[in-house]
C-alpha cells in the first residue's frame, strides 16, 4: 500500500446520493480474487447512460451515503484501479469507509456545502497530515481516527501493521510455553 500524504488534482464529479456498492461494481464482475482489473467495470450500467462522463481524476467528489449496501471490498478496490486517491463525500457508509482504508483509498466527509464548493472549482487538495482539504476559494478541515491515519501516513495495511512488530512477535514466540510440536522460521 502506497503512504498517503497529500493528494492533489482535478476532480470527478458524481453529483448522487446513496450510491451502493452494486452500482459501483455490479455483481457480475465479483468473480476476480485479484485486486486489480475492476476499474473498467466501475459504474457499469451507469456508463452506458447518454452523456456520462467520469474522467479519471485523482479525486471523486460524490453525494451523502456513498458506499452504501453490501459490504463488497471489490466497490473500492474498482474505485482505487479506476484511478481514485480519495473520494470526498458529506457521509459514507462505516463497511465501506473501512474498505477504503484499508488499501489506501481515502475517505473524506465534509458538509453538502464543502462537497458543493469543491465540485464547482474542479480542483483539489486533501492534505491528511493536517487533516485539511484546500480548493480555489476555500478550505476544510476533516476528522479521520488517528489509528488509521497512522496508518495511511505509513502505507501500512494490516500485514504492514504485523510486519512493523515482527520483532516483538518474535520475542513473544521464542518466550512463551509450548505444549506440542515445535515449529522454527524458515
Known amino acids: 500500500m502506497k503512504a498517503i500524504e497529500t493528494i492533489t488534482g482535478r476532480v470527478s464529479v458524481l453529483n448522487r446520493d446513496d450510491v451502493d456498492t452494486d452500482q459501483i461494481i ?12 475492476f476499474g473498467e467495470f466501475l459504474f457499469y450500467d451507469w456508463a452506458k447512460e447518454p452523456g456520462w462522463e467520469l474522467p479519471r481524476n485523482p479525486i471523486l467528489v460524490a453525494g451523502r451515503n456513498f458506499g452504501c449496501g453490501s459490504s463488497r471490498e471489490h466497490a473500492p478496490w474498482a474505485l482505487e484501479d479506476y484511478g481514485f486517491q480519495a473520494i470526498i463525500a458529506p457521509s459514507f457508509a462505516d463497511i465501506f469507509r473501512s474498505n477504503c482504508t484499508k488499501i489506501g483509498l481515502l475517505p473524506v466527509c465534509l458538509s453538502a456545502d464543502e462537497c458543493a464548493a469543491i465540485r464547482e472549482a474542479g480542483e483539489a487538495q486533501v492534505d491528511l497530515a493536517a487533516q485539511e482539504v484546500r480548493w480555489p476559494g476555500g478550505t476544510a478541515t476533516f476528522e479521520i481516527d488517528p ?12 500485514i504492514g501493521l504485523t510486519l512493523a512488530e515482527e520483532a516483538a512477535i518474535a520475542a513473544y514466540e521464542s518466550q512463551r510455553e509450548r505444549s506440542g510440536p515445535v515449529t522454527t522460521a524458515i
Open 26 to 37: 455490479p455483481k457480475q464482475f465479483l468473480k476476480r480474487v485479484e485486486r486489480t482489473g
Open 147 to 158: 489509528d488509521t491515519k497512522h496508518r495511511l501516513l505509513g502505507g501500512l495495511d494490516d
